[in-house]
């Protein structure tokens, strides 16, 4: 059992490049979230989906866009790559969105753009 | 803003030790609350959780303390061992709607042998 899989691990980016972070689940998870983390920091919710088709705006939204168009897959897209978006990205599922619903992470995909 | 944090960034302890890592929180609409820890390379994974109307969970060698008066939270882990050498994170759930977590910025946690 694979659980999250997220690809690549490593990613150098000029500013203006695009790229897609690919994640994958082999759990049947609903719930889907894109994190970033930054050097210190905790991890910031970036877009989240909720089941096939639907997706929603995190706490640091902007710059990014997602898809979530089976169960297994909810890409991550960078259009207009920024410094700013160096960071290392964190997907997770969850089989529901209840309360004490726990979250299995993937390996992380680290982004540096220069 | 509400926030959730940690009071020390990095802790050392020697192998066998038992090992305390805190974090203060200020939602006080906040009734659930993670631990994750986080191996270098690695995602974050799930330790222990505890919900507001409880004060105290047990795991195996881990133990969460919720102090609502004070809003602050504990992770004592038993017997410390190399293997618990990782970054800790407490989290808060801020959503009822869903599963979105606030994360506070994390603890180092060395073990010396």
């Known amino acids: 059992n694979a659980g999250v899989t997220q690809t690549p691990k490593f990613r150098i980016l000029k500013i203006g490049q695009s790229m897609t972070l690919q994640c994958a689940q082999d759990?049947?998870?609903?719930?889907m979230y894109w994190y970033r983390q930054d050097p210190g920091m905790g991890l910031k919710l970036i877009y989240y989906?909720?089941?096939?088709?639907?997706?929603d705006k995190g706490e640091v939204p902007n710059g990014y866009n997602v898809s979530r168009s089976t169960t297994e897959d909810f890409p991550l897209r960078l259009e207009l790559a920024a410094p700013s978006q160096t960071s290392v990205y964190f997907c997770?599922?969850?089989?529901?969105?209840?309360?004490?619903?726990?979250?299995?992470f993937g390996s992380g995909t680290q982004l540096s753009v220069l | 803003g509400e926030s959730v944090g940690l009071h020390l960034p990095t802790l050392s302890v020697q192998e066998g030790d038992n090992s305390i890592i805190n974090c203060a929180y200020s939602?006080?609409?906040?009734?659930?609350f993670i631990w994750y820890k986080q191996e270098s390379g690695k995602g974050p994974q799930f330790i222990i959780d505890?919900?507001?109307?409880?004060d105290k969970r047990q795991g195996q060698r881990v133990t969460v303390l919720l102090n609502k008066t004070v809003k602050h939270l504990s992770l004592q882990i038993a017997a410390t061992q190399p293997g618990d050498s990782a970054v800790y994170f407490c989290?808060?759930?801020?959503?009822?709607?869903?599963?979105?977590?606030?994360f506070g910025g994390g603890t180092r946690l060395m073990v010396k042998p």
């Open positions: 759990m049947n998870h609903n719930y």
């Open positions: 505890i919900r507001s109307n409880m």
């Open positions: 989906s909720v089941g096939a088709g639907i997706t």
């Open positions: 997770a599922s969850s089989e529901g969105g209840g309360l004490n619903e726990k979250l299995f």
């Open positions: 939602n006080s609409a906040s009734d659930y």
């Open positions: 989290a808060e759930n801020y959503n009822n709607a869903g599963n979105m977590l606030t």
